[in-house]
């Protein structure tokens, strides 16, 4: 195929990209009800295929963070994108050729997780390449295409299941495996920049002795933690607090919060210039202490759901300006830097829903007391901001 030679197609490509990691992490949760019923699986069970995702991410973090600038940019996202088709497809297919089906299901999650960690490692970076103007801004702007991606595949699988039926999932498997095939394609024939010129970039080792780069991978664990704490029990407290189905729970609870947190996104690409982007980040982590406060505390669940729906507004910035801070503060931290901040990111991701359950049992049983518990997080957020500012944030980068 023939090369393009505009990197706007690059953008595009690494939109979808983002686009593809939601639909990695996304769509399978939504079956989780349905894998029990027709293969006749244990909650318990198909609970760790959440965990089995996440965990293989992670390992994709750090190994990315040795071999991708060995293997090439290209190649990493191309076998990344057939990666996501075969196990977000095969969770359609592989369940039907084991005489278990949790060990097909297993098989797919391992392809798409494996798919998502390196499109979450070199998205970032293969953007940050490109030679357009106001980094941050397009940053931040990338990172809204994942919010999009989440709001895609909740609200079109929610209104595909209600007309057509959830026994025929199947076929809507097959349609999601659609974006990352056609992004294969992209991947082929678009430039691609070097984060760094060769032999340039950071070693592992040179970070991790660096005080700066721990203090950014603070910041991304309270990011991951501080998004997905809520996120990832947005839909169990929307149907707690309001006594909705579940249908209506996972649309005003995950899907409002997506859609928040896109737009916070989006706001601070279209008014970067006029913002310092760590003013907006102690604002942000602000809002979002007073978000988990309404939450927990409230005894009104109207004012309760808008601390969970505003908490998403809250955290839109945290990720990518983690890593536009990130960029510009060591400015040859390259592909290990990348893939050791998504790493952070995710243990924060893993970290936090596991503080808000086990905080929830202590209590009783009681969400609001583990969502508290999780404000700890964006407490952390805000005072490792304080420090950057203070030690590391010039007057030139303000």
């Known amino acids: ?63 990315a963070a040795k071999f991708v600038d060995r293997i090439g940019y290209r190649a990493c ?5 057939v990666s996501n088709v075969v196990g977000i497809a095969g969770l359609a297919v592989f369940p039907e050729l084991f005489a278990d089906p949790f060990a097909g299901l297993i ?21 940050e390449a490109c030679p357009t103007e106001k980094k941050d801004a397009q940053m931040s702007l990338l990172h809204s295409f994942y919010c999009w991606g989440v709001v895609a595949v909740v609200a079109l699988s929610t209104a595909y299941f209600v007309i057509f039926g959830v026994e025929n999932w199947k076929l809507l498997a097959f349609f999601w495996a659609l974006v990352p095939l056609v992004n294969i394609f992209n991947f082929i024939v678009v430039p691609i920049n070097p984060i760094t010129a060769e032999g340039e970039g950071m070693r592992i080792g040179q970070l991790m002795r660096s005080r700066l780069f721990w203090l950014l991978a603070l910041l991304m664990v309270c990011s991951g933690a501080s998004e997905l704490s809520m996120s990832q029990w947005a839909s169990a407290y929307t149907e707690s ?12 609870g995950p899907c409002v919060f997506a859609i928040l947190m896109g737009g916070a996104r989006m706001f601070y690409a279209k008014f970067s210039e006029r913002v310092d982007l760590t003013k907006f980040m102690l604002f942000s982590g602000a809002l979002c202490v007073v978000c988990y406060l309404l939450a927990s505390l409230s005894g009104n669940p109207m004012l309760g759901l808008l601390g969970c729906g505003l908490c998403g507004l ?85």
Not at 5 to 26: E, K, L, R
Not at 241 to 252: E, P, S, Y
Not at 357 to 363: C, I, K, P, V, W
């Open 314 to 398: 809250s955290v839109g910035i945290m990720w990518p300006g983690t890593f536009s801070v990130a960029t510009v503060s060591l400015k040859n931290g390259g592909t290990a830097m990348f893939a050791l901040l998504a790493l952070a990111g995710d243990l924060g991701g893993s970290l936090g829903p596991a503080v808000v359950g086990a905080a929830s049992s202590l209590a009783g049983g009681n969400l609001k007391m583990g969502v508290l518990a999780a404000m700890v997080f964006p407490l952390l957020m805000i005072a490792g901001l304080t420090v950057l500012r203070k030690k590391y944030w010039g007057a030139d980068n303000r």
């Open 107 to 127: 098989v797919a999650v391992f392809f798409y997780a494996v798919g998502g960690g390196l499109c979450e490692v070199l998205v970032s970076p293969i953007a």
């Open 77 to 81: 996202m191309i076998a990344a994108h």
């Open 1 to 63: 195929m023939r090369k393009s030679s505009n990197f706007q197609h690059t953008m595009i490509a690494c939109y979808m990209g983002y686009i593809t990691q939601a639909i990695a992490n996304n769509f399978a949760p939504l079956l989780f009800l349905t894998f029990e019923r027709q293969y006749g699986i244990s909650l318990s069970r198909i609970a760790m295929l959440a965990s089995i995702n996440f965990g293989i991410q992670l390992a994709v973090d750090f190994i």
């Open 241 to 252: 607090a309001l006594h909705v189905t579940k249908v209506v729970g996972d649309l005003a």
